[in-house]
Each structure stands twice: as C-alpha cells, then as structure tokens.
C-alpha cells in the first residue's frame, strides 16, 4: 500500500522553523538567566568583599580615635609636666632674688633717705619713703638707672612736702615719695653677662642711710 503525503511541503519547512526559533528563544532565554544568575552572584560576592573592607576600615578608624585621644591627653599631661616644671625652676632661680633687692637697695640708697614701705608685685617693686631733700630722691633715680645691675626703669610716682615732728619737738620739712622700680630676672642678669663676655658688677654707690 502506498502513503501519499498530502500537506503542502512549504507548509512542513514553515513549522519547522517555527519550532526550531522557540527552540533557540528558550535556549537564549535560560542562557541569559544564566548570564544574570552569575553576574548576581558576583555582585554579591563583590558587596560582601566591600562590606568586609569596610567594616575593617570602620574598626580601624575607631581603634586610631582611641589613640588620638589617648595622644592629646598625653600632650596635655605633658605641657602641664612642663609648666609645673618651669614652675618650680623659678622658684628655684627667683629665690636669691630679695636679697639681691635688698642688697641693691642698701647700695643705690644715698644718705638722707629712709624706707618706709617695699612691695614687690612680679617683677615691680613699689618703694615709700622719706627724704631730707628733692636732690636725695633724685641721686636714688640716678643710681637705680645707670649704677645697679639688678634695678632697671625707675620712676617717681609722687613727691610731696611735710612738716615733722623731731624728738626734741622741733619741725622739720621732709619730702615724702613713692617711686617704681624694674627688678630684673637672673636669667636677664646671665644673659647680659654672656654677651658682655663677663658678670655686670654694679658700680660703687653711696652708703646706705641710717
């Protein structure tokens, strides 16, 4: 018995590649998911990688903060070391200096001059006093400014004439003053020393009133 085909055969070749371009669609359709299914994942793998960094930086920044703050309080600690040092060097280096004031005020003073009060307030010292005469105040400026090696600056605040009493009841005109004085820091005295080559030695003054 003999079969004859009766479908047309351009109608057979067009379902075939009907079939074959759904076939070649779903194999472009899972090989795309593919595509994107692996590109997810090292998307993924790339966020975690980055993640990780920076959770490690993060920890890192951190652990430096600590430092820096355990770096500024040390300086802090360190600068009030240094002061309470300074401190204590000048207290040690200031220690002769009222005796060097006392000494200079004992040569600078001419006679005829008495002190009735001495303040000292840092590095100025205030001076009250009597003399018998304008001309003694004025040798105890001179000899402040261009004989002493520990005074320096002086000035006549106030000077004003009284009448005194004297133990015998006799009046006597005296002029009371205040004046200002400069005390130099030893330091200052080791320096000039050094640039003059040698220690200043203050010049020969009147002796000291009784």
């Keep these: 018995m003999i079969l004859i085909n ?3 055969h351009r109608e057979e ?3 075939q590649r009907k079939r074959a371009f759904f076939v070649g669609l779903g194999a472009c359709a899972v090989a795309g998911a593919a595509v994107v299914g692996l590109w997810f994942s090292v998307l993924q793998q790339m966020t975690a990688a980055q993640q990780s960094r920076n959770d490690f930086l993060t920890a890192e920044i951190a652990r430096l903060d600590v430092q ?3 770096i500024a309080t040390l300086r802090t600690e360190i600068e009030a070391l240094k002061a309470r040092q300074k401190a204590v060097e000048d207290l040690q280096t200031d220690r002769n200096v009222p005796v060097h004031l006392l ?4 040569k600078q003073t001419p006679e005829g001059v008495y002190f009735t009060a001495i303040k000292q307030n840092a590095q100025v ?3 009250n006093g009597v003399a018998q005469t304008n ?3 004025s040798e105890l400026l001179r000899n402040t400014l261009y ?3 520990w005074l320096e600056r002086p000035e ?3 000077i004003k004439a009284v009448t005194a009493t004297t133990a015998n009841r006799e009046q006597r005109r005296l002029f009371e003053f205040s004046m200002r004085v400069t005390l130099k820091r030893p330091q200052a005295i080791a320096a000039s020393g050094a640039a003059s080559g040698a220690a200043p030695r203050p010049a020969a003054a009147p002796a000291k009133t009784t």
């Design 6 to 8: 009766l479908l047309p």
């Design 103 to 106: 000494n200079e005020l004992v």
């Design 135 to 137: 001309e003694r105040v």
């Design 68 to 70: 820096i703050k355990d």
């Design 13 to 15: 070749r067009r379902r």
């Design 147 to 149: 004989n002493s090696a």
């Design 156 to 158: 006549l605040v106030e």
């Design 125 to 127: 010292v205030t001076i």
